[in-house]
């Protein structure tokens, strides 16, 4: 009897008391699981990386290898360094496409972003009920192609065929053609930019306005003072884009050339100097030189942008 019941009593303690843990995982399973989700997660990404690598990296790294040399009847290709760089810098033609295209962003860039930020600005506070075809109605022009476009406003433009011809203004005369292109640029771009702005101004809580009317605020008030500065982000990127798209001016002058060529010059933009001198004269290497050093433009002044607008928006 003695040994059953000291039995029974060292049993009991080890029925009570908590279920041994289980042994930790191993450290070499926790590596093989870790490196499962890794593979997985590349193979969601792949795509992406070979279409990147297929339609940008490569053809970006063939471009600056054509920038480093030159072409020559004796010797066919020669390594040329930075001398098409320094050809393409010293290009008077080069350095009025660029003044021409910075002068055509800093008056049709503030003119786009007001445009679509009043537009943005009157359908966030509209009630009714055509306020969703209106926002339609402005985003269809980004539907159209460019080049659509671009022939639909040349159709416009035209003294023989247009609609204007009887206002007595050559819409695509030298004085006028700039002004002509900022008017296409600005009926394909607004809405687009329109709806970046709108997307942005209903995010922002309606206690906000609520508490600014209790306050005697007004509509204008409310605009300008508390929904302008909460899309902040919104407006520095949609400005960023219009800049980076106006520095790369290409397809509207291209298109409309044919209409009058002494006034769109080939050298017209930069872009356009580039594509006439690979396609019209077979100058690859130096095409390929005032590419990049646009893009080395491009760069800079997106950067200088958001260097200046950092402190104003969330973007660093």
């Known amino acids: 009897m003695t040994e059953v019941r000291s039995s029974s009593a060292a049993a009991a303690p080890a029925a009570a008391g908590p279920p041994p843990p289980s ?142 011809r009887g206002l007595g203004v050559d819409f695509l005369s030298s004085s006028m053609v700039l002004s002509s292109l900022g008017n296409i640029v600005t009926w394909q771009w607004a809405g687009y930019n329109m709806i970046v702005l709108y997307a942005a101004l209903q995010g922002v809580p309606r206690e906000v306005y609520e508490s600014a009317k209790i306050d005697g605020a007004g509509g ?29 001016f290409f397809t509207e002058p291209l298109i409309l050339q044919p209409l009058n060529p002494g006034a769109i010059t080939a050298h017209y933009t930069p872009n356009l100097y580039a594509y006439n001198q690979a396609f019209a004269f077979q100058q690859y290497n130096y095409s390929a030189a005032i590419s990049f050093l646009l893009g080395a433009v491009v760069f800079v002044g997106s950067y200088i942008f958001l260097f200046a607008t950092r402190k104003r928006s969330a973007l660093r």
């Open 220 to 248: 204008v008030q409310i605009a300008l003072r508390i929904k302008t500065p909460m899309i902040a982000s919104a407006l520095v990127l949609a400005t960023l884009f219009t800049i980076m798209g106006t520095l790369q």
């Open 23 to 164: 042994p930790a995982p191993a450290a070499g399973g926790r590596r093989l699981a870790n490196a499962r989700q890794a593979a997985i997660g590349w193979l969601f990404v792949l795509p992406f990386v070979v279409l990147l690598v297929a339609f940008l990296l490569l053809p970006l790294g063939y471009s600056f290898k054509l920038s480093l040399y030159r072409s020559t009847l004796i010797e066919g290709e020669v390594f040329a360094f930075l001398d098409n760089y320094q050809q393409a810098f010293n290009d008077p033609l080069v350095r009025e496409g660029v003044v021409r295209v910075l002068v055509f962003g800093l008056v049709q860039t503030p003119v786009m972003i007001g445009i679509a930020l009043l537009a943005a600005l009157l359908i966030d506070n509209a009630t009714s009920r055509f306020s969703r075809a209106f926002r339609l109605a402005a985003f269809v022009p980004y539907a159209v192609p460019v080049v659509i476009g671009t022939l639909m406003w040349g159709f416009l433009y035209s003294e023989n065929t247009g609609p204007f």
